[in-house]
């Protein structure tokens, strides 16, 4: 039996296999194996390889059948698609879409069974096997829908990435440029020469390619659209703040905001008593709740989700293990929960901050690298002795109005001359 070998087989062989290594990558990175929105897009990327290689054997083997086939493949491509892009989205599964692409595969199906539904043609001295009639149309159609919404979805999130991951976010738009807009340009012009056919495949791919790298660089760009998660703080029984963390431009303490969680948990007594999970609905968000044998944890976002809830449960039954020596004995300083940024890492890195909002804005480093003023700087070391207390210092002062540290500097030096006058006069008498 001889062979068909042509430049599209050979290009669909090559953009197959070369999806079957991507998806394995994707699978096997740390970061983006466990994120359920992510296995959709994957899915899409391994059916899409499963697609073109069965096409391309189609050729090879000059094989109506295996052409339609390939062509019912195309159902579970689109069909993950629009799953994976409305759960990123709206972390829900429905959509309009969704039905029209189960209507449109229905009458997709049956008109594969019909003849004449694949030709034989024969163009630039190669055998092909195009789709014809309204079994080619629909193909088309259910393409485009995977590429309106892939491209929505790559909108929206560059509109709304944070500072922080912005760069990240136009890689990512690059990618679905490809992955759709070129591509299909390519597949309407393969129309009139089967040559883009192979243009159209390799700009998927690439696209393709680049949109998976960039979420396995940036795993938050797909936290981008489902919520926003504003601040979580941890307290103690007796109400006192232990851990505040803030992923926006929150202006409010932590007393403040600790404060308004003990005034909901007094309103709520009877409820938070039992433990678990409690949701209050605030005016553009939700305060979700979780109360354990020591602590409260409050977490603000604009909507609740079960990732969210299961991410708030393991932080604070992590919390409790990990700090449960000083909870047991009462310790109220923040600075002991500190290390409690290995938690947010852990449940939370996904989430992107939005404290940054441009490049001008000032970062606010840790106190380890904070560099004052050296006369300030000595000036402090000569009143504070203890490193610790000092490095605390130093970061309170960077959250401070200018002048607010060269005060106290000021009033610190007129007490302790007044109390050298007092303490040499007492000498003298």
């Not at 404060?259 to 007594?269: D, H, P, T, V």
Request: proline fraction near 3%; charged fraction near 20%; avoid cysteine.
């Amino acid at each position: 039996m001889t062979l068909n070998w042509t430049p599209e087989v050979i290009v669909a062989f090559i953009v197959a296999i070369s999806g079957f290594v991507l998806t394995i990558i994707t699978y096997i990175k740390p970061k983006t194996k466990k994120i359920t929105s992510l296995n959709y897009i994957r899915l899409a990327i391994l059916v899409f390889s499963i697609f073109i290689f069965i096409d391309g054997l189609s050729i090879l083997y000059i094989s109506k059948l295996l052409s339609i086939i390939s062509g019912f493949i195309l159902i579970p491509f689109t069909l993950s698609l629009v799953i994976g892009v409305t759960y990123i989205i709206k972390e829900n599964f429905y959509s309009p879409g969704f039905v029209i692409v189960i209507g449109l595969s229905i009458l997709f199906i049956y008109l594969g069974f019909q003849p004449n539904a694949v030709i034989l043609q024969e163009q630039g001295g190669y055998i092909r096997l195009p789709w014809i009639g309204l079994f080619g149309n629909i193909g088309m159609i259910l393409s485009a829908i995977g590429g309106v919404y892939i491209f929505y979805w790559g909108i929206k999130t560059l509109k709304n990435a944070p500072f922080l991951i912005k760069k990240e976010a136009y890689l990512f738009f690059l990618g679905i440029f490809v992955a759709t807009v070129v591509s299909m340009i390519f597949y309407v012009l393969y129309l009139i020469d089967p040559f883009y056919i192979l243009v159209s495949n390799f700009a998927l791919f690439i696209g393709l390619l680049i949109i998976t790298l960039s979420v396995m660089i940036e795993p938050k760009l797909l936290y981008i659209l489902p919520f926003t998660v504003y601040r979580i703080v941890v307290k103690d029984r007796e109400g006192y703040p232990l851990f505040d963390h803030d992923w926006s431009k929150s202006e409010i303490s932590e007393n403040i905001f600790t404060g308004f969680i003990n005034a909901i948990q007094l309103m709520s007594e009877e409820i938070m008593n039992i433990g678990g999970l409690l949701d209050i609905q605030l005016k553009d968000g939700i305060l979700i709740l979780h109360e354990s044998e020591n602590i409260t944890v409050g977490l603000i976002t604009s909507k609740s989700s079960k990732l969210l809830k299961s991410s708030l449960t393991n932080f604070t039954r992590d919390f409790e293990n990990i700090f449960e020596k000083s909870l047991k004995e009462g310790n109220k300083d923040m600075r002991e929960y500190e290390s409690a940024d290995e938690l947010i890492e852990k449940y939370f890195s996904n989430f992107p901050s939005r404290i940054i909002s441009h490049k001008r804005k000032p970062l606010l480093l840790t106190e380890r690298l904070l560099k004052l003023p050296l006369t300030l700087d000595t000036d402090l070391k000569t009143i504070i002795k203890d490193e610790k207390e000092l490095n605390f210092i130093k970061s309170e002062i960077f959250r401070t109005p200018e002048n607010t540290a060269a005060g106290f500097i000021s009033l610190y030096k007129e007490l302790k001359e007044e109390l050298d006058d007092a303490e040499n006069e007492s000498e003298k008498s």
